[in-house]
């Protein structure tokens, strides 16, 4: 079962096959699905627009629940017991709070593996990359989940105008990170402009709200924060 989450009747959720089956409804209630489908008259579907890739314990997608309560949220994490812990924390705090929190939700998953499984092209607004596991030794740096191959994917799952978020508080792997985002063809680097209107990045330069994010500000540690565009054009794997 390295890939399956645990659903609300007992059984367990596949990796999906294909964007087509996944099961939204395996996260979010259905009746909010319904009602989201009905506010966004015209799309057949409630889809996943935001996703957290290696959310850690969620603290992001707590921050971001009630900023888009009409967005779809979801935090990617490889580590089983994390990723239910975040499945967990949103149904405790979807009880805790009725009504709220009901567009969050947590999946287990390799993200550098399977991204394509579960988005069709474009379906994402955002996508966050925070503080990821920096594979420090030359030798591991392929293990990086911002690498050149992997920006074609992300470039598929983001529509146009989709924003990419990165932020660290390692340097070199800020540096890193630039450095292949600004190499590439379906990405550009937000404008000051666009960065000082985007709620997220106010929310990340104020002081990350991720667990990661806030241990770095308990330590008075720098961070660095790269955010891209996805312009216009296809991607090539
Ligand atoms: N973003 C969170 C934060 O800021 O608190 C967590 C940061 S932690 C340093 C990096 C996370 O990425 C870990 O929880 C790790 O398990 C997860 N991770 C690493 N590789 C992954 C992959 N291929 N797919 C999904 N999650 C991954």
Redesign the pocket.
Known sequence: RAHCNPLSNGKWEDLPTAPDSFREDAHFESAFLDKLRMEKKGEKEAKITFA??????G??LVRLSPLFPKELIIG????AQ?SEYVRERALALRKEHPGEYQNISGLR????KFLPNYFQRGQLKKLFF????PHFKRSKRRRR?IQTALIAEYAFCLREGGILYTQTDVEDVGDWMKEKLDMHPLFRPMTEEELNSDVCVELLRRG?P????QKVKRNSGSTWLHCYVRVHGNPRY
């Open positions: 957290d890739i290696g959310c850690g314990f603290g992001l990617m994490e490889i580590r994390v998953t390799n993200s550098m925070l503080f990821p596991d989940i990350t991720t667990e990661e994010g």
